[in-house]
Structure formats: structure tokens, C-alpha cells
């Protein structure tokens, strides 16, 4: 069954021919990119990658060293999220404004150096939760080969061990203003306070984390393997996140679990 997905995926590429890829060097982008860079070579591939004030700045490193890992022609722009506007209003379809930014980025890209089509990491799993960003795509004639060939995150992270791509085993990660409770505006302090603190925690080995941010409270999410790490240093992260502004730090003993502000709004649904 996986072969056979990844043949469907080698067959959706190919009948791409040439692909502008939305990288964020997350477990998704990086398989996309490294499936296209086989089927296609480099000739018929673009990443890339859109730094922005939402982006985690580790996360710009980190992509850039792949791309050059995987042997791919590789683009960075400048965007902003917060200058889009409705985005910054923080409402549930946050995400479709984001999305729909990037597509106007990598669309003129495409256009300009000759490339037929835009694609960006969505996966089969997505399809169930949800995803403003799915719209703007479909609205854009933006692809997800991933998700036309079926294909799930535990099974990418199969093929990605395979590869042997160093993403096979990363934790997943979003966009900072993820972090922040909806209906909350979203600044650029709020975003670097998230970026810093997040950053601080993982110096202390923490492999998953988010800092979500409730007004003047930080909710630590961490996997509940790693509880353990934070309270035996819960002094020195209470100290920095207060440093970074949060009067309030907390510990979310239910852990880390993706997309959890979703459920703000499937409460008030």
C-alpha cells in the first residue's frame, strides 16, 4: 500500500514537470521537496522559502541547510503576515489570509521563471481538521501532491527514514501566532515573546514545545515524557518567559497536542 502511494506521488510530479515548492522545512515540505528532486532533478525544481515575523527563526536555518542538504535550487523571500489585512484580528480563518499571501508570492515566481505549478506540504491527515489555508490553495489552483497520493504523516515520516532525510523524526511545528488564543490581536512583541521563549525552553532539551499565550499567561505544552525536564528547571523558565514579558507560566498537564487552540472553537461551535 505505501509503495503504491509513493508511485501515485512520483506520477502526480510528473505530470507537474515543473514544480515551485512552499518550503518550511518541516517534515512534509522536506519530503515534498526531496520526492520532487528525485522524480523531476533540479532543473524542474524551486524551493521556496518565506521568512516572516510568524516564521520561528531557527526554523530559516534550518531550511536553508536542508535545501542545500537535498541539492535544490532554493529561494528566500520576505513576507508579512501582519501587514495582511484580517490577519492580524486573529480570527478562526487566520490561517486562510496566510495562506492565500503565500500563493501571491509563489505564483509570480512560478509565472516568471517558467515553472507549471505551486505546491506546498498538505497531507492526507489534514483533510479531517481544520485548515483555512485549504481554501485559498484550491482557490489558487495551489497542489498537494502529498494529499492527492493519499499519503499520512506517520507514513512520510516512513519514507522520509528511508531517504534518510534528518526530518523523518522532527517534531511538527506551525507558525508562531498559532500559539495565540483566537480573538487576541496578533503583534509583533506577542510573536517574538513566543519566538524567545520556545527558543529558551528547547536550550534545555526539549524536543516539542509550544508557548501558548493567553493574554499575560504562558501554557507550556510539552510531551508528557518531557514534564519531568521542565519542572526540574522550572525556576530558570519562569524567570526568562517573565524576562521576555509574561507575568503568568504554566504547565498544561494535559501536553502537547497539535492544533490545541482549535478546540476554543469547536467549544464555542
Known sequence: MLQ???EA???????MER??????????S???????????????????????????????????????LIGSPH??????????????????????????????????????K?????????IADDMNEHRPGMQAAKEMGVRGPLAEAGLTKEEI????RKLELPTWDKPSFACLSSRIAYGEIITQAKLTKIDKSEA???????????VRTHGEMARIEVVPEQMQLILDNYGKIGEALQSYGYKYVTLDLLGYRSGSMNRLLTAEA
Open 4 to 6: 503504491e502511494k509513493r
Open 9 to 15: 506521488l512520483n506520477k502526480i510530479l510528473r505530470e
Open 19 to 28: 514544480v515551485v515548492v512552499a518550503f518550511s522545512g518541516g517534515v512534509d
Open 30 to 68: 522536506t519530503f515534498l521537496l526531496k520526492a520532487a528532486m528525485d522524480e523531476l532533478g533540479p532543473e524542474h525544481v524551486l524551493a521556496v522559502t518565506a521568512d516572516s515575523e510568524t516564521y520561528p527563526s531557527e526554523e530559516l536555518r534550518e531550511a536553508i541547510r536542508l535545501a542545500e
Open 75 to 112: 529561494q528566500v523571500i520576505e513576507t508579512s503576515e501582519l501587514s495582511i489585512p484580517g490577519y492580524s484580528e486573529n480570527t478562526s480563518n487566520r490561517c486562510y489570509f496566510c495562506k492565500q499571501s503565500l500563493f501571491e508570492h509563489l505564483i509570480p515566481i512560478m509565472n516568471e
Open 114 to 122: 517558467g515553472y507549471k505549478n505551486v505546491v506546498y506540504g498538505l
Open 157 to 160: 515520516r516512513t519514507l522520509s
Open 200 to 210: 529558551f525552553i528547547k536550550s534545555l532539551g526539549v524536543r516539542q514545545v509550544r
